[in-house]
């Protein structure tokens, strides 16, 4: 969303095995061996003994994981068995406390093999997750379902106010209940069994779904041997283009897709022919009634939630899903996008009148598929003709602000140097540590005491076997209960400069850089006693918050100048251009508003499905949803289409995703907050690590948020901020 663009932060901490039943997950995946193929030179059976029990990449082979995950599953099992059989009544630490500190080899493992198979998979890792699928699922089951268990747990919750607990242990227990009764632990046996079937067989698909649309997106990936078809791309990025095709064994040029519907290069790609090329790669990806379609899949997904949510006495997946978010109810959630549909429609309905004015005003043809007006604008043409108006309002062109933003430089001149301004934390590469891929980058993190505080990996480069956006995620979580320091890892999918190149990246990707640090920082700042409620393991319209709020430090004047410096000079932006540059940084904001809207709205409606609702035609569904909630804009599709949004039927966003403009009504709002109490300073920045970020999932969101700020959240500066009204902004 330009300033806040939203991107793919699946955040796999929700989706592996974390400590015990409160961490026990559905989207853990592995393999089938036997427990005999798994013993002490496997590099799983210990914790690690390098710095922070960073994960010996050196010694991990494809081999190792399936017996690890299969020996984990039996020791989780073991070890829940005995909580739950224990003959001594049921205390908070023989049955809360026992399951925090379970299950740690099953941890170990899939942290890692999850962080691994969402950035470099292969057919090997990915056969071990289509067979361990099930089997995970039913380790979930056989915790949540265990009646004892439950029972024990039960019992604590319901004499918690005898129990003299301080406050974080009180709300572990808290948390823990309301997870076993979501997951079905008041079901009678023969509805638990249904519902272990229906769990069995969502797992199942979301797998296929993930594994369909990776080979779909590379399978879709722009493709021509004709150079002229790449006019207006930099000699660096056909090059790129030339490089891709060749890795793949093609000729000519390849252009991959990213996850979204709308690709980078169609803001600068001149021939109006290829740009509509590949559009219709991206937005037809997963729908070509080939092996790699979807669209099967996601509709019995959907019908399999909806029937989940019946059997747990819900309407629908969506009212399941959101008792334990910030907003509780889909008519929250949905009255909080709808009173942004009208002002986003509006403003983008004016966007779309200057790009065809443009348009209209360049009416002739050049040739070679290259007309330059006089015909209707369309999606392919939004981003091409947007640039031009902007270029034409602002005077500002992306490729004059590019050589100003080389990676590494923003890394460690920008986002490394506004945590030292806002927290006094500092930076150190090691080099000593071993890392899945050859491109990936690690730093170890030093508090304000110079005590040693976190490892950070960095995987910014796009690669065909890594999942689309970006991402944050954990090797291993903070815990003083275990003893832990976290080992965070931020993922992206910029494009690898040819050999000898400078990695330039654009202002998007910049903040995108940002955002994502700023879901490291919830990590690495997080300071609790259980691994179950540390760093960002929060409900999903909070988890954005803390790395949407660490995007406004990108544009922020003491840290800009900081890290914009010309590559080749070193010389700073020009204040003219910084000046343009901020002036447009609310263009295009109704378009990038709009489509983010659209599949929020989209998302909602497939889990507002009743269990009685017929298996839908996807294209017809979707054509549907758009048009009932007005977001049925022919020139602004929506951000993921069905057949492709990972983030739903995959990453743990189902029924969520209007998280991410939920959490930039936060973000907007704490912004403004320190804005209106010195901007930038280590007081600001302290109060809010010791108030917010350090406290994981420890107390209510609402409340904990509420308190730092002072007051209720609005939508006013968000309004603002994103230039959807006239009262000023940055």
Excluded at 103 to 122: D, E, I
Excluded at 382 to 411: G, H, I, M, S, T
Excluded at 445 to 456: E, H, W, Y
Aim: aromatic share 10%; with cysteine; charged share 20%.
């Amino acid at each position: 969303m330009g300033k806040r663009l939203e991107r793919m932060c699946s955040l796999v901490i929700a989706g592996a095995i974390a400590a015990g039943a409160s961490g026990a997950a559905a989207t853990a995946q592995g393999g089938t061996s036997t427990d005999a193929a798994f013993g002490p030179s496997n590099p799983f059976y210990a914790a690690s003994t390098l710095p922070f029990q960073a994960p010996p990449f050196d010694k991990i082979k494809d081999a190792d994981y399936q017996p690890a995950i299969e020996a984990g599953i039996t020791q989780q099992m073991k070890e829940t068995d005995a909580i739950a059989n224990n003959p001594d009544a049921p205390t908070f630490d023989n049955t809360i406390v026992a399951m925090e500190k379970d299950g740690q080899l099953l941890t170990r493992v899939t942290l890692v093999f999850f962080g691994v198979t969402q950035a470099n998979t292969n057919p090997t890792l990915q056969k071990v997750q289509e067979l361990m699928t099930t089997k995970l699922t039913a380790l979930q089951d056989s915790i949540y379902l265990n009646s004892k268990l439950f029972a024990r747990v039960q019992t604590l919750y319901e004499k918690r106010s005898t129990l003299h607990l301080d406050a974080e242990s009180m709300r572990l227990l808290e948390v823990d209940y309301r997870e076993f009764v979501k997951a079905g632990a008041k079901l009678n046996d023969a509805d638990k069994a249904r519902l272990k079937k229906l769990n069995e067989e969502e797992s199942v698909l979301s797998n296929t779904f993930t594994n369909k649309l990776l080979a779909g997106t590379k399978a879709a990936a722009y493709a021509t041997t004709d150079k002229t078809k790449l006019a207006g791309l930099s000699d660096a990025q056909i090059e790129a283009a030339a490089l891709a095709a060749k890795s793949r064994g093609q000729d000519g040029y390849v252009i991959p897709l990213q996850n979204t519907t709308q690709q980078p290069d169609l803001a600068i790609m001149s021939n109006r022919d290829a740009r509509k090329a590949l559009f219709d790669d991206s937005w037809t990806r997963t729908e070509r009634d080939d092996a790699n379609d979807t669209r099967a899949t996601i509709a019995r997904l959907a019908q399999v939630r909806a029937q989940k949510a019946a059997l747990l006495g819900f309407p629908n997946y969506a009212a399941w899903a959101l008792q334990d978010q910030m907003a509780k109810t889909p008519d929250a959630a949905l009255k909080f996008m709808n009173d942004i549909v009208g002002p986003a429609t509006a403003k983008a309905a004016t966007e779309a009148k200057a790009i065809q004015a443009l348009i209209d005003a360049q009416n002739k043809d050049t040739g070679n598929g290259m007309q330059a007006g006089g015909f209707q604008l369309r999606p392919w043409d939004w981003n091409f003709y947007a640039e031009q108006v902007r270029k034409a309002k602002y005077d500002l062109d992306e490729a004059q602000v590019k050589p100003y933003f080389e990676l590494n430089r923003v890394l460690q001149d920008g986002v490394f140097y506004a945590a030292h301004e806002l927290y006094g934390i500092s930076f150190k590469e090691r080099h000593d540590i071993p890392v899945y891929q050859p491109d990936v980058r690690v730093f170890e993190v030093f508090d304000t005491n110079s005590k040693p505080l976190a490892l950070i990996y960095f995987d910014y480069y796009k690669r065909d076997n890594k999942d689309g956006g970006a991402w944050m995620s954990e090797f291993v979580q903070q815990s003083r209960l275990l003893g832990t320091l976290p080992v965070i890892y931020n993922v992206a999918n910029f494009q690898k400069p040819a050999p000898g190149q400078p990695a330039l990246i654009s202002y998007e990707d910049v903040t995108t850089m940002f955002h994502e640090f700023g879901h490291g920082l919830h990590g690495m700042f997080a300071n609790t006693v259980y691994p179950s409620l540390s760093g960002p393991n929060v409900p999903r319209d909070f988890v954005e918050f803390p790395s949407q709020f660490n995007e406004h430090w990108a544009s922020y004047p003491m840290v800009f100048k900081h890290y914009a410096v010309n590559y080749k000079t070193g010389a700073p932006m020009p204040e003219e251009l910084v000046a343009k540059l901020h002036k447009a940084d609310k263009f295009n904001q109704g378009y990038k508003v709009t489509e983010a809207l659209a599949a929020a709205e989209l998302d909602m409606q497939w889990h507002l499905l009743p269990a009685t609702a017929p298996l839908q035609n996807v294209d017809e569904f979707e054509k549907q949803a758009l048009q009932k909630t007005h977001l049925d804009l022919a020139t602004v599709p929506p951000r993921y289409r069905s057949s492709y949004f990972m983030h739903i039927w995959a990453n743990g966003y189902a029924a969520g995703y209007y998280a991410y403009s939920w959490s930039e009504m936060l973000d907007d709002d704490a912004y403004q907050w320190f804005e209106d109490h010195g901007g930038l300073t280590r007081a600001n920045g302290d109060r809010f690590r010791q108030m917010v970020l350090s406290k994981g999932n420890t107390e209510d969101l609402q409340s904990m948020y509420t308190k730092w700020l002072g007051s209720e959240p609005t939508t006013a500066p968000m309004m603002k901020y994103r230039g959807l009204t006239d009262d000023g902004g940055k």
